[in-house]
């Protein structure tokens, strides 16, 4: 799904930026996004993000059958109790949570238009 270089981020969060512009059109906010990048200044932490990874921990650990896969992980919001147990389990850290709402958000590739990965401007996220 993603191809991550971390050597190459430059901090700029236009990946973030763009995330959020296209799941929340006219915010301009880093706070909504689902891609997150983890500051270590002067190095870069890690790019955080759903790697559409095979153990799907976090659909394993939902006790409340909320999420299911269909291409991307899919939040049933009216299943869902915020209890965040899919966020604490996610190896890659790739599970963010809203500020306002407190839902779990998840990557949906923009429906397959991966937005951070247009914007980024050092490739250092990919499609893979
Ligand atoms: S926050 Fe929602 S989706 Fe995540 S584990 Fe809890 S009930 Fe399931
Ligand atoms: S857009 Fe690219 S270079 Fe900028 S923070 Fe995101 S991953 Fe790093």
Known sequence: MFKIR???????????????AAH???????KQARIHIE??????????V???CKEQLCIMTCPEDALTWN??????????????ECV????????MIHPSSNYPLYCDKCEGQFSCVN??????????
């Open 6 to 20: 971390k050597s190459d981020c430059t901090h700029c969060r236009l990946c973030m930026l763009a995330c959020t």
């Open 50 to 52: 759903c790697m559409a």
């Open 24 to 30: 929340e059109p006219g915010l301009q906010s880093v």
């Open 119 to 128: 914007v980024c401007p050092t490739g250092a996220i990919k499609r893979r």
């Open 88 to 95: 604490g389990a996610c190896p890659y850290k790739g599970i």
């Open 71 to 84: 291409g991307h992980v899919v939040l049933d919001e009216d299943r869902c109790i915020k209890c965040h």
């Open 39 to 48: 500051d270590d200044w002067p190095e870069i932490g890690g790019i955080e």
